[in-house]
């Protein structure tokens, strides 16, 4: 590990005029960063501690909406029970993820910024474009059957590896954030990631230096919600798939539909033209097909990860067949 | 090696049917004992490798080739030598050792870092005050190199495919006319089944302090499970003689055969140590324990069983392609449980290696029968199928009553119980046929396979001392790799000298203390109990002297010595204190008869319709292994055993880019060994047995026997529930999902 300098920063407004966003990184949980730390995948010259501020409430909003602090623990938001009543397939998403322990520590603004899982990117003898700009790209041509088949480029295949953050998606969650300026903005989780194009090493919109202070998410929608995550080992291993879902079927119909996806891109991945197929159908083998047809219309494996193609379609018709009935 | 005052040493020449674990009273043989070094371990007061304090210390860090093959030019240490908290660059292009040592072997492993072999050879250690300042330089240490060719894909290799020498198995092995009988027999097997490199992913990672005393001898803490072979390789790698080294191996946080022969950590750190004057400590990143010490060799397996319509089997043949580095003699024995498993008059079974510039391949885990038995037993079931067979039925039928190459008998064998028990208690009745039987979105089905591991009796010895207040003490420089070893012994010391278990201390893992032959094979408790075993026959033998009784007539319980109308605390008969030493060896019974253990497996799982992912739903593992001797330790063996079987079935999986060969899935998160919630409901049940030609604790291996066969019986069982047959391993969904029914 190179060496850092660590500050811990007693309030958000200090975390922020501490950090030089170019080379020093905010530290919460620390799970994925120190592990990139250890390898010098990431090699700050300094920490700033971020992890006593005042951020881990879950609180209620009048709007019926929650504000969820960025420092509330996977564990303790999984387990919250305005969560699990409202939104469950955030409690659910978060269980999939990771590790007890890993939960315990984790943060919430922490797991949405989490690094891809890319072998290549986790080893600097490696050509990577996400960790060393211009240099290539291992993964195309290399071992590649956990990496990305949608939004990719010929610059980057990796996948994003958050389960919280797919179910956050389909839950229209709202980042707030507060910039070095001072300045508070409001990002919607369908504006935070970028795609990877020939900058892969640049993943959301976010400036250096801004902190993600808060994840507000709307007040409870209508439907039933699942998360579904396919892995190849029961617990502690990333999505090949990942589903969440909230359907409400009224009168025979699909009323309204959200779904996001994990295990198939650059970031949590949501297609309006997947919800499209589905609202206003009756539930059907046709409409869900169609779903699944519009899910992978852009899909593009590369050898070893074609599988994911067939495997997304039918874990996303599965999926609506539990939560209508169908 | 072997010469001591007070022993009593015993060559197995012959049977030993009487065993004094028979007729001793103390009642503490068998029983599931907790272990008594658990305290320490769960208190952290264990000394692992990296945990002894010594003073100081420096710590190293250790810097891996990052190209696949070529040579290494030049090392810039100056780079990094002014770095705060660095002491030096230090490598030794000729000593330093290119891979790891073989277990047992008392040659050094090959040496020589100039040439590169694979990507992750340890060609340097970077020294420092504290292992970041080390672990920083060692990533900016500025390291050139030639690129040169290399080997990195099976399938591109595989035509330069060689036969290597003989090894614990031989490399070519044929009996009668497997290519005439396939071609008579009405009934028939022809497949080809792939198995993939592994990791055995011990939780302790590899370690050593290098310590080097005045007098010019050196002692190393290291976690390895053979330290008395291994003291003579390091010794040769450093030009010293073995009586100049000393390793200290107390507690090893798994080994599983990767901890067999030295490793490169341990070599730099006593060159290091001994260049700076200081001793050092080098523990390997888990992404090196991957890279840079030991895999079970990938193997492709073309499996062929003849058999007539009422199954009995007229050939077997199992040829084998491995893989090692070149230069490199082990080869995985993929057919060393075929050799002895079921009769067959015509036999082929072959070994060939093919070179690839990836980690050295050595031992895992019962090498050879753990993939080797995939192979088998997997074709088995098919065969069963094509004939309208019962698999169980097809395998007794098979149950050789003699070894079916040698003509040797068994020494003890309990094969067709075990499978006929495992039946009974399984519920093996109720299996449907093929696709038959759903639980949902889940389809099951159950699965069988045999369990056969080779019992091995090495040379080993022990001390064991009595003393006035009552106590004993046992040395040896047997280890205890998280088996149960410390309370094996105590027990079998406690049996036999009627003394408590917690009367009785073990000290293991120290090669000052008499040579053994550690842990390995699963011939640990075998050979260091019977070695304690016969320590404490003399000591028994002094003890009936002193009581003036015939030594028949002497019982020994709860720390009395009784006989001849009267009773006495031990430890007032046994003067300023007693010691002897017992030491086992292997004699005619080796060859006079042919030794393994035996079990069958049962395995059922569900296989999901949606997404062909495969979760286990419960097992159970019948096992005859000779005398249990701790009710506790031994089933905890075998489900160890058996959750490496889960690994090997479902997600264990080694990945190297085929382009340099270099390894992908270098961690715990990538490389998947089950987690709980990848591990059922395990049961596992002991037949009685007791072998007289074994040894005179009539116990034979275990530790292996849980694997052997495990994944072939959850693939077995894959098959039955949804009637994909994947014979390329591990059985990962996507392997799965093209067989399966549409939505």
């Known amino acids: 590990m190179k060496s850092f300098a660590y500050e811990r920063a007693e309030t958000p407004e200090a975390a922020v005029r501490d950090i030089d966003g170019a080379t020093a990184r905010f530290i919460a949980g620390g799970t994925n960063l120190l592990d990139l730390m250890k390898l010098q995948v990431e090699t700050p010259t300094k920490l700033v501690d971020i992890s006593r501020l005042d951020l881990a409430s879950i609180d209620r909003r009048d709007d019926g909406g929650l504000t969820i602090g960025a420092l509330v623990p996977n564990s303790d938001l999984a387990a919250d029970p305005q969560v699990i009543a409202g939104y469950e397939v955030l409690s659910r998403a978060l269980l999939a993820g990771a590790s007890g322990q890993l939960r315990n520590k984790a943060s919430t603004g922490g797991n949405l910024l989490q690094r891809t899982r890319c072998y290549y990117f986790y080893d600097t003898a490696s050509r990577c474009n996400k960790r060393s700009p211009g240099s290539g790209c291992d993964a195309i041509g290399g071992v590649n059957r956990i990496l990305a088949v949608l939004g990719t480029s010929p610059h980057c295949i990796a996948t994003h590896p958050s389960d919280m953050a797919v179910a956050m998606r389909a839950l229209d969650a709202t980042i707030l954030t507060l910039k070095p300026d001072g300045d508070r903005r409001r990002i919607s989780i369908h504006a935070l990631y970028r795609l990877p194009g020939d900058t892969p090493h640049i993943e959301t919109v976010l400036e250096p230096g801004e902190l993600i202070t808060h994840v507000e998410l709307p007040k409870p929608v209508a439907g039933r919600q699942v998360y579904r995550k396919v892995r190849d080992r029961a617990s502690y291993a990333f999505a090949l798939v990942s589903v969440a879902a909230i359907v409400a079927v009224e009168e025979g119909r699909i009323a309204s539909a959200s779904l996001a996806f994990g295990g198939l891109g650059p970031m949590p991945w949501r297609n309006a033209a997947v919800e499209a197929a589905l609202v206003g159908q009756a539930p059907s083998a046709d409409a869900f097909a169609a779903a699944a047809d519009a899910l992978v219309a852009d899909a593009r494996g590369y050898g070893a990860n074609d599988f994911k193609i067939p495997l997304a379609r039918r874990t996303l018709i599965a999926t609506l067949r539990d939560l209508t009935g169908a | 090696m072997f010469g001591f005052g007070t022993t009593n040493s015993l060559t197995m020449d012959k049977p030993h049917p009487e065993s004094l674990l028979d007729s001793a009273v103390q009642g503490s043989i068998g029983r599931p004992f907790d272990r008594i070094d658990g305290p320490s371990k769960v208190s952290g007061t264990a000394t692992y490798a990296a945990e002894y304090p010594v003073d100081n210390l420096a710590y190293g860090f250790l810097v891996g080739a990052r190209i696949g093959a070529g040579t290494l030019i030049s090392i810039d240490a100056d780079a990094v030598r002014s770095m705060p908290g660095v002491i030096d660059v230090v490598t030794d292009l000729d000593r330093f050792i290119r891979v790891a040592g073989q277990g047992g072997e008392t040659q050094p492993p090959t040496q020589g870092v100039r040439d590169i072999a694979f990507m992750g050879e340890i060609v340097a250690i970077v020294v420092a005050e504290s292992y970041e300042a080390a672990r920083d330089a060692a990533l900016r240490l500025p390291v050139t190199y030639e690129a040169g060719e290399g080997a990195y894909a099976f399938a591109a290799a595989r035509a330069k495919s060689y036969v290597p020498p003989d090894g614990v198995t031989p490399a070519h092995f044929n009996q009668g006319d497997v290519d005439a009988a396939m071609a008579e027999a009405p009934v028939t097997i022809d497949a080809t089944y792939v198995t993939p490199s592994q990791n055995s992913a011990a939780m302790e990672p590899h370690a050593s302090i ?84 030991v895999r079970r060799s990938n193997t492709e397996q073309r499996v062929r069983l003849a058999a007539t319509r009422d199954g009995k089997l007229t050939a077997i043949g199992q040829e084998s392609l491995v893989s090692n580095q070149p230069g490199e003699d082990f080869f995985e024995p993929v057919g060393i449980g075929t050799h002895m498993i079921y009769s067959g008059e015509n036999r082929l079974i072959t070994h060939d290696q093919v070179p690839l510039n990836l980690v050295l391949s050595g031992s895992m885990r019962a090498p050879g029968e753990a993939v ?93 001392e009595l003393r006035p207040d009552g106590t004993a003490t046992i040395s040896s420089s047997m280890t205890d790799i998280g088996t149960g070893s410390y309370t094996i012994l105590a027990q079998i010391a406690s049996e036999i000298l009627g003394l408590p278990v917690d009367r009785i201390t073990v000290a293991l893992g120290d090669t000052n ?109 019948v096992f005859a292994a000779g005398r249990v001797l701790n009710a506790k330790t031994a089933r905890s063996q075998c489900l160890g055993g058996m959750t490496f079987g889960i690994g090997a079935a479902l997600t264990e999986e080694l990945l190297h880019d085929p382009r340099n060969g270099k390894l992908v899935n270098r961690d715990l998160a990538e490389y998947h060994v089950p987690v709980n919630a990848d591990v059922p409901q395990l049961e596992v049940h002991f037949l009685s047995e007791r072998d007289v030609h074994a040894n005179p604790i009539h116990a034979k291996g275990i530790g292996e026997l849980g694997i052997s066969g495990a994944a072939a019986a959850i693939a077995n069982a894959i098959y039955n529930a949804c009637k994909v047959r994947v014979r390329s391993f591990p059985v990962t969904l996507d392997k799965l999902l093209p067989g399966l029914p549409d939505l």
């Not at chain 2, 200081?278 to 090196?288: C, L, N, S």
């Not at chain 2, 109720?430 to 369990?451: F, H, N, T, Y």
């Not at chain 2, 720390?559 to 010691?579: K, Y």
């Open chain 2, 372 to 464: 080797g038995m995939i192979g088998l037993e997997c074709a088995m079931d098919e065969l069963a199928e094509r004939l309208g067979m019962d698999p169980i039925v097809l395998r007794k039928t098979n149950d050789a009553s003699v070894d079916p190459e040698k003509g040797v008998p068994f020494s003890s064998r309990s094969l067709s119980r075990a499978l006929d028990e495992g039946a009974r208690r399984f519920g093996w009745a109720r299996r449907a046929g093929p696709g038959e039987a759903r639980d949902g979105e889940w389809l099951i089905g159950m699965g069988v396979a045999s369990a056969v591991r080779g019992n091995m009796l090495m040379e080993s010895s022990a001390k064991v």
């Open chain 2, 210 to 293: 290098a310590v080097w005393e005045d007098d010019g001898s050196l002692t190393l803490y290291g976690a390895y499970q053979m330290p008395s072979t291994d003291a003579s390789q390091l010794a040769k790698c450093l030009g010293l003689s073995a009586k100049k080294v000393r390793i200290v191996s107390r507690y090893i946080g798994g080994g599983f055969g990767s901890k067999l022969g030295i490793a490169p950590e341990s070599v730099a750190a006593a060159i290091a140590a001994k260049q700076i004057g200081r001793p050092v400590k080098a523990v390997m990143a888990r992404q090196q324990v991957f890279e840079a010490t």
């Open chain 2, 513 to 621: 203390d008499p040579p053994a032959a550690g842990s390995g094979g699963s011939w640990g408790a075998g050979s260091a109990g019977s070695a304690v075993y016969l320590a404490c026959e003399m000591l028994r033998g002094k003890l009936a002297k002193a009581m003036r009784v015939e030594d028949s007539a002497l019982t020994l319980k709860d720390g009395m010595a009784i006989g001849n109308n009267r009773s006495s605390p031990i430890g007032e008969i046994v003067g300023d204190g007693l010691e002897a030493i017992g030491h086992i060896k292997p004699g005619k019974q080796e060859k006079a008869t042919t030794q393994a253990s035996f079990g069958a497996h049962f395995a059922e799982v569900g296989v999901n319709r949606v997404t062909g992912e495969v979760r286990v739903r419960r097992m159970l593992g």
